[in-house]
């Protein structure tokens, strides 16, 4: 363990102010963050919404939305 610190404090970056800080964040991307968590719950009703209320689909989809839009409303 007494290693590692050792190794972590020869190669981490000097704090006395030699090097410029970072440059300023920039703001994540919408899409990358609904890409890596998935749908919200809400989205996920509204689809299920749009499903059961289409009457062009087959019954069982529309079923099965429901199941779901059930599902996700009691968590």
Wanted: proline share 8%.
């Amino acid at each position: 363990m007494e290693s590692l610190l050792q190794w972590s404090l020869a190669n981490s970056a000097p704090s006395d102010g030699s090097q410029p800080p970072a440059g300023p964040r920039q703001p994540l991307d919408p899409g990358v963050i609904d890409a890596i968590l998935g749908k919200s719950d809400a989205d996920h009703m509204r689809d299920d919404l749009q499903i059961i209320m289409d009457e062009t689909r087959e019954e069982d989809d529309r079923v099965g939305a429901l199941d779901h839009f059930e599902m996700v409303c009691t968590l």
